[in-house]
């Protein structure tokens, strides 16, 4: 396995859409997704889509349930439900910055996975919101082209340090 170099905000591969992948059980699809796997780990991301690695193909891998990092090949997702919700979302593609997103409450997913097995299910909460950012990507999507307020959107260490003198200001409200 390799480490990848992960393409930044700027960078081509970011904009455009995807291509599928013709064969998911061909074994270089199998090295891409260890490699992938590899690099987020070490970049201690939820997800990584191929394009942020410099592929162009429609397959991400992501942090599942108890702690497993799972791939989604050819991925397709529909949101369940009207309901929206707003959250803060980093990329390793936007190196420390973090926004606002909106996004879809609950979705549906179906893909492949590397043997080429249908995989399918509903998510909600972060697993949603990472399913969706990562999807994303595969459509050349980042996710401040999502944002309708710019305002929140800002460096890690800024958006903390407001974040602390809005809550000491609340603080002294109280007294």
């Not at 979705?107 to 399913?131: C, K, N, S, T």
Request: charged share 25%.
């Amino acid at each position: 396995m390799a480490l990848l170099k992960i393409a930044r905000m700027g960078h081509p591969v970011l904009i455009r859409r995807a291509d599928p992948v013709a064969d998911p059980t061909a074994p270089e699809i199998r090295r891409l997704v260890a490699d992938m796997a590899e690099t987020m780990e070490d970049a201690s991301g939820l997800g990584l889509a191929a394009p942020q690695v410099h592929v162009p193909l429609r397959l991400f891998v992501w942090r599942g349930g108890a702690g497993n990092i799972l791939a989604l090949i050819n991925p397709e997702i529909e949101p369940v439900g009207e309901g929206t919700e707003e959250g803060w979302e980093g990329c390793l593609s936007i190196p420390g910055l973090r926004g606002a997103v909106p996004r879809a409450a609950r979705i549906r997913f179906r893909g492949v996975d590397v043997e080429g097995r249908p995989v399918e299910g509903e998510a909600a909460g972060l697993p949603a919101r990472v399913i969706q950012h990562e999807t994303d990507h595969l459509d050349g999507i980042l996710y401040p082209m999502r944002m309708p307020d710019l305002s929140r959107f800002g460096f890690n260490e800024d958006l903390h340090r407001a974040a602390q003198q809005a809550s000491r200001a609340a603080e002294e409200d109280k007294s």
